[in-house]
């Protein structure tokens, strides 16, 4: 079956404008998870939605970053104002798993590269 | 807290040449998940292996191994006879079974195997 798929797969904007990052998981996946790369350095956290509910945002590094998965499937990263060193690579992932110990099998997408000049 | 640490920042082997990469991790979960994702050139992370805390039993998979070790809190992964497809940068990761699920990722490995 399909992926997780992530759109764009490469972002190029200028400071200060708003992005948008879409996160379509595997169909019927409950949980969704967003991470950031930054160039040398391995993802790291930023976000978990379990369906619809937004369940930790502690990754999230300021008030420019907001997420949502309103209908528990499809989820979109905002980043607002952009700065540079928001430059990145941004990876969802998702599991079939909302709670319990197999939340750990999570299957990742391929990736939207972010660029901020 | 968790933590996972690689050392080791960029390797060179000649091929055919065996290599260990390092993973120590940290965490105070008795109950973690640990992995190893392989990153090419293009970007995509794929998956490896995963082992759970309860099952140190060493792994094989062709040229590939692991070496998970409680009492030292390693996880090392060792290829045998390296070839230049296995040029890659090499994540170890954790994740805990307290609050989140979350991947906790070390900074990685970059793998150059050289003709």
């Known amino acids: 079956g399909a992926g997780v798929s992530q759109s764009p797969r490469y972002k190029v904007t200028k400071r200060g404008q708003d992005v948008a990052l879409r996160c379509d998981p595997i169909?019927?996946?409950?949980?969704l998870y967003w991470y950031r790369q930054a160039l040398g350095q391995g993802p790291e956290f930023l976000t978990y939605?379990?369906?619809?509910?937004?369940?930790?945002k502690s990754g999230l590094p300021n008030d420019r970053f907001s997420a949502e998965r309103p209908e528990g499937s499809i989820s979109t990263l905002t980043i607002q104002r952009t700065e540079q060193r928001d430059s990145a690579m941004y990876r969802c992932?998702?599991?079939?798993?909302?709670?319990?110990?197999?939340?750990?099998?999570?299957?990742f997408g391929p990736g939207t590269r972010l660029t901020v000049t | 807290a968790q933590k996972v640490t690689q050392a080791q920042t960029e390797i060179s082997v000649v091929e055919k040449e065996d290599v260990t990469l390092d993973c120590v991790y940290e965490?105070?979960?008795?109950?973690?998940?640990l992995f190893w994702y392989k990153q090419p050139p293009s970007g995509e992370l794929v998956f490896l292996i995963r082992?759970?805390?309860?099952?140190?039993q060493n792994e094989i998979s062709g040229r590939y191994s692991w070496n998970f070790q409680k009492s030292t809190s390693s996880f090392n992964f060792t290829i045998t006879a390296s070839q230049v497809v296995d040029s890659a940068v090499y994540f170890c990761?954790?994740?805990?079974?307290?609050?989140?699920?979350?991947?906790?990722f070390g900074t990685g490995t970059r793998l150059k195997v050289l003709a």
């Open positions: 965490t105070r979960d008795t109950t973690y998940y």
């Open positions: 082992r759970n805390s309860f099952d140190e």
């Open positions: 990761a954790l994740i805990g079974t307290s609050g989140t699920y979350k991947y906790i």
């Open positions: 169909s019927g996946h409950v949980s």
């Open positions: 939605f379990n369906y619809e509910a937004q369940q930790d």
């Open positions: 992932a998702s599991s079939p798993y909302g709670t319990g110990l197999s939340s750990y099998e999570q299957y």
